[in-house]
Nanobody, 115 residues
Framework: VQLVESGGGLVQPGGSLRLSCAAS????????MSWYRQAPGKERELVAS????????NYADSVKGRFTISRDNAKNTVYLQMNSLKPEDTAVYYC?????????WGQGTQVTVSS
């Protein structure tokens, strides 16, 4: 499984970004997809996750109401819509695919929230 993130960049506080993660795996719908982030000097943390076929979602408390995770199984892609961004959202954002006990990670995309 190969995962390629895109959509990161520099945005002002209060702004929005949409991250995308394209997967090479044709059984994409069987994978739980997640977004994680890692800020400098901090541990990697779970931001949001979405299940396979049903699409149940889960969010970190720090992003609830501001971020939305979604997936398009026909395009093998998972998205993270980020609104009302704050400086503390600055981090490298990683996409992860999980099936059974196997985890696959993307290379990450930088998100910087600064005026």
């Amino acid at each position: 499984v190969q995962l390629v993130e895109s959509g990161g960049g520099l945005v002002q506080p209060g702004g929005s970004l949409r991250l995308s993660c394209a997967a090479s795996e044709f059984t994409f719908s069987r994978y739980i997809m997640s977004w994680y982030r890692q800020a400098p000097g901090k541990e990697r943390e779970l931001v949001a996750s979405i299940s396979g076929a049903v699409g149940s979602t889960n969010y970190a408390d720090s992003v609830k109401g501001r971020f939305t995770i979604s997936r398009d199984n026909a395009k093998n892609t998972v998205y993270l819509q980020m609104n009302s961004l704050k400086p503390e959202d600055t981090a490298v954002y990683y996409c992860k695919a999980r099936r059974s006990t196997f985890d696959y990670w993307g290379q990450g995309t930088q998100v910087t929230v600064s005026s």
